[in-house]
RNA sequence: GGAGAGGUGGCAGAGUGGUCGAAUGCGCGGGUUUGCUAAACCCGUGAGCUCGUAAGGGCUCCGCAGGUUCAAAUCCUGUCCUCUCCGCCA
């Protein structure tokens, strides 16, 4: 969320920031009821103050009529104050729901459009597109020559868009697993598994919407809990209600976890094989920084997912993301598309947001500075290290060989103890 | 799954109806003393919101949500979490 104070006192760049973003949300309504609120507050505190005053002159009467008299005095004076109460917390409680849909600010470079079609090319990786003498596969014809990938056996056990990797997959995917966090624990961040789960107020302190039509996350039924979309939610998660001293920040982690996304109203789009699956690996960095050092942050996390992607040689461009395709928590995000031949186009494999104080806001993560009174909201920041499913997609699209083989990239070798996958029967 | 115990300030830990935002200790900040350091002593030290130029004041918060009462950290109900023991189990 935006800091209240800030969107009563910006009220028109909060309602053009709206509108960049492709987003319809009731700015004034906020503003109405924020001065509503304000009134009703202090009324409030206006009678629970002769309340206070009332309960503790009873201690202090005299004689028994006295005392009778104060506390139907009491009395009265409470009960003005719940029904003020009651109607404030309706107030708050539909203040919250406008609140909440009020997206982060944008980045004032941040391309400005509707949707992904605006975003704009910063850069490339350092590998070449390759071109091939032969027709190039994709990953779904060469999973089921090499024997890969098991489409039909995930769709009778779970359901379409699951599957299970076999052979020589299972080990890519756990050394491009090994290839990551080793990267990233040489660049200090401290690695962490997390829960798959989490309860719902984490989903919705980071920004994912639990339940409704719209969303992507399976829940529990009976129970507080979902299944997590990334670990951005847990790990963000494990600073929400807390404060932390600034000379510790900034903080580095990267999580391992498992992600789930219902990928409701994606049917039909680009979605062949394992592109856009039910569930897939995922390593995922998060930063908690001081507001003065989130734009830096940004940078590194970008930098080390090129790094990663550089150093497997995969192709890729670095795209800015415009403001209608920044959903609601990220200032700026930044994707690397790497190259798919399969596709014959380029396909998201990162994604890294600056998410400012917007998620800390609602999630509570706070920090205070050594000899200052009060506390400040953190700065969140996330990013894609390798989601496992998109890596292989375009690992083994662009490894291919021309006698139907995989090449396993170099950085990879050293885990998966071999160099090629080749047909078994062959 | 069964049986208990407990959740209080950065930490430890008191507090069973008003004098409690809360003893005490530790930690932390400042000071005095002191060749230096340490020790000792003194003072200060939770958060959010709000009024005020400021000094200072007010409201809310003792896991969370309700209830009883003029008044709740304290009593009642529900709930979440933690710990111990037993059972089961990768």
Not at 252 to 272: D, K, N, P, V
Request: with cysteine; charged share 25%; net charge negative.
């Amino acid at each position: 969320m935006l800091d209240r104070k800030y969107i009563l006192e910006n009220l028109e760049a909060v309602k053009e920031n709206c509108r960049n973003r492709n987003m319809q949300v009731d700015v004034d309504r906020f503003a109405q009821l924020e001065a509503l609120r304000r009134e009703k507050q202090r009324l409030s505190e206006d009678l629970n103050r002769e309340a206070n005053a009332v309960s503790k002159s009873i201690g202090q009467a005299k004689t028994p009529e006295e005392r009778e008299e104060r506390k139907e005095r009491g009395r009265a004076v409470r009960e003005q104050a719940a029904a003020l109460k009651a109607e404030l917390d309706r107030i708050e409680a539909e203040l919250d729901t406008v609140w909440r849909a009020i997206p982060n600010m944008a980045h004032p470079d941040a391309p400005i459009g509707d949707d992904d079609t605006c975003n704009t090319t910063r850069d490339y990786g350092k590998t070449p597109v390759p071109t091939y003498d032969f027709t190039p596969l994709d990953h779904v014809e060469l999973a089921e020559k090499l024997d890969l990938i098991d489409f039909e056996g995930g769709a009778r056990v779970a359901g379409s868009g699951f599957y299970f990797l076999k052979n020589e997959a299972v080990l890519l995917e756990l050394a491009l697993q090994q290839y990551a966090v080793n990267t990233l624990m040489r660049a200090g961040f401290t690695p962490v598994t997390t829960p798959d789960m989490a309860k719902n107020d984490i989903l919705q302190g980071t920004g994912y919407i639990p339940r409704g039509n719209e969303t992507q996350i399976y829940s529990i039924e009976n129970t507080q809990l979902s299944m997590i979309a990334t670990a951005e939610i847990t790990i963000g998660g494990l600073m929400a209600g807390r404060v932390i001293e600034a000379e510790r920040l900034p903080l580095r982690l990267c999580g391992i976890s498992h992600c789930f996304r219902t990928e409701a109203g994606a049917a039909g789009r680009a979605s062949r094989g394992l592109y856009r699956v039910h569930q897939f690996t995922k390593i995922e960095m998060f930063a908690f920084t001081l507001p003065q050092q989130s734009e830096a942050m940004h940078l590194e996390l970008l930098g080390l997912e090129r790094q990663i992607f550089d150093g497997l040689g995969i192709p890729y461009r670095v795209v800015d993301t415009a403001t209608g395709d920044l959903g609601g928590p990220a200032w700026r995000k930044y994707d690397l598309e790497a190259w798919m031949p399969g596709r014959n186009e380029y396909g998201e494999v990162t994604s890294t947001s600056n998410c400012t104080d917007y998620q800390a806001r609602r999630l509570g993560a706070r920090y205070s500075v050594k000899g200052e009174k009060g506390t400040h909201f953190l700065h969140t920041l996330n990013g894609t290290a390798i989601a496992v499913s998109r890596a292989l997609v375009a690992i083994m699209e662009l490894y291919q060989q021309k006698d139907g083989s995989i090449a396993v990239p170099e950085a990879l070798r050293p885990y998966t103890g071999f160099d090629i996958i080749r047909r078994k029967d062959a």
